[in-house]
């Protein structure tokens, strides 16, 4: 199949050359017939009717002389003399077109037949009135009206030639606009057409070929319509196929964990318990290797109304880290939920046996109404959002470790229609440090106070102005409410 590049100069030749053919056939037909009307109404049209005019001036002249020869009298003369002299006026006046020997020719029989006719007959009858010239004068005078009449029609003969040529090449110049413009008028169907077979109809044909491989991953996009339009459909189903081959690959390996890593399945569905309803309490997790993090959150809340919540972010990735996680997330829900104070909370997890090299930033708190108390042991981002400004929580001791420390307890009044904001470092290290609060302050002002949706648009600005995410995330944001 001829490629669209081909097939749409092809056209545009043939278009170009067809208005060019036309246009160079309209012009010599225009040409031609601006010609023949410009020799009609310059010479033919002016010598026929001088040579018309010769021919009546010729017969009253001769009916003129007739009569003064049979009845001399003055009157008769004189007005036979007037029409001798019409004659001779409207012979000086008559034109012939210099276009032929034979009509030249015509020309000087018909002026001397009547210059003799004039010079032998009218002027001595005219003046002496002698009847011996009846015979005579009839004579020259039927020379002279028959060269005078083969003039007149040779000039009325080539009059009606011309008329005729000129309507040949109207006719001819009308034609050829119809012609060109049927031409043309198909050469635009021909377009409307080939654009609809060869462009249109394959790119439909496309469309729906990616609409069913989108559904059905199975469905082979096929290669069809021009080279360029099938060039695309052959690079989208090598796309397809990579795709098919990537998420082949995706489901052997979660059929792997879930098959040969229970363990790891066990670790996941238990800190996912930490996601439960809690009033005014969203959470977002996010692990950067598999499914396992050591990120968590926690959250939940005692029968007086004190909301109690935690993050934490122990150090390394992979089912390590998410075995220290799931055993500090049981020593602080535990505490949480026995109303131990969120300093005592953090001491409870750093007397646990911490292996060699490893640690845990947490952030321990407890919301009610609007006065949090809470413990920070070292984490990186804690803040209070509110709609005129932001503020930064500072940590109360050194990170959780086998090496000690001491932590302290802090109170903070949380605003109304504020929120506080707890997040791991692995949202910070995805930007510069400043651009979390900021984007934090703006998320909470945008969202209007609906912590679900603040939350969903801090993640969503981060993830799309972020260089990259390279550790686990996690983030929780705890609404202030009227004090119990």
């Not at 010598?47 to 009845?71: C, G, N, W």
């Not at 004039?118 to 009839?138: D, F, K, N």
């Not at 008329?163 to 635009?188: A, P, Y």
């Not at 934090?440 to 912590?451: E, M, P, S």
Request: hydrophobic letters at 45%; glycine letters at 6%.
């Amino acid at each position: 199949m001829l490629s669209l590049r081909t097939w749409s100069r092809g056209l545009s030749i043939a278009s170009a050359a067809l208005i060019v053919v036309c246009a160079g056939l309209l012009a010599a037909d225009e040409l031609e017939a601006r010609r023949t009307r410009a020799l009609l109404d310059e010479q033919w049209e002016p010598a026929v009717l001088s040579q018309m005019t010769l021919q009546r001036a010729e017969l009253r002249a001769i009916t003129a002389v007739q009569a003064s020869i049979d009845h001399h009298a003055p009157a008769q003369v004189a007005r036979a003399n007037a029409d001798v002299q019409e004659l001779g006026r409207a012979l000086r006046r008559s034109t012939v077109p210099g276009t032929s020997s034979a009509l030249d020719a015509l020309d000087r029989s018909a002026r001397a037949a009547a210059a003799s006719w004039l010079s032998t007959v009218a002027e001595p009858a005219l003046g002496r009135g002698l009847p011996r010239l009846r015979t005579e004068h009839v004579l020259l005078a039927a020379s002279m009206l028959d060269a005078s009449h083969a003039l007149g029609s040779t000039l009325d003969e080539a009059r009606t030639q011309l008329r005729d040529s000129l309507e040949h090449t109207e006719t001819l110049l009308r034609s050829t606009f119809v012609i060109e413009t049927v031409l043309l008028m198909v050469l635009l169907v021909a377009l409307l057409v080939g654009t609809e077979r060869r462009v249109l109809r394959p790119i439909r044909a496309l469309r729906d070929d990616l609409g069913r491989a989108a559904r059905e991953h199975e469905h082979v996009i096929r290669r069809q319509g021009p080279p360029e339009i099938a060039d695309v459909g052959t690079d989208a189903e090598h796309l397809r196929r990579s795709l098919v081959q990537e998420h082949d690959t995706s489901v052997q390996r979660a059929a792997a964990i879930d098959q040969r890593a229970p363990i790891t399945a066990a670790i996941r569905a238990e800190l996912d318990l930490s996601d439960r309803a809690v009033a005014g309490v969203h959470g977002f997790h996010r692990p950067i290797e598999g499914v396992i993090a050591g990120d968590w959150w926690w959250a939940g809340s005692r029968p007086d109304g004190v909301r109690m919540f935690a993050v934490a972010d122990v150090s390394g990735h992979g089912v390590t880290a998410g075995v220290m996680a799931l055993q500090t997330q049981a020593i602080v829900s535990a505490a949480l939920t026995a109303s131990v104070a969120p300093v005592d909370v953090v001491r409870l997890v750093a007397d646990r046996a911490w292996p060699s090299g490893m640690f845990a930033t947490l952030f321990v708190g407890a919301m009610d109404g609007d006065r949090l108390d809470y413990c920070s042991a070292g984490h990186p981002c804690a803040l209070v959002l509110a709609p005129e400004r932001t503020d930064e929580l500072a940590a109360t001791g050194p990170v959780v470790s086998g090496l000690g420390g001491h932590w302290r307890q802090a109170q903070v009044v949380v605003p109304t229609a504020g929120a506080c904001l707890i997040a791991t470092d692995g949202l910070l290290e995805a930007s510069d440090e400043d651009d979390v609060p900021r984007w934090a302050a703006q998320a909470w002002r945008t969202a209007g106070g609906d912590a679900a949706e603040a939350l969903q648009l801090l993640t969503a600005v981060a993830r799309e102005r972020s260089r990259t995410w390279t550790d686990d995330i996690t983030a929780l944001l705890v609404t202030a409410g009227p004090r119990t």
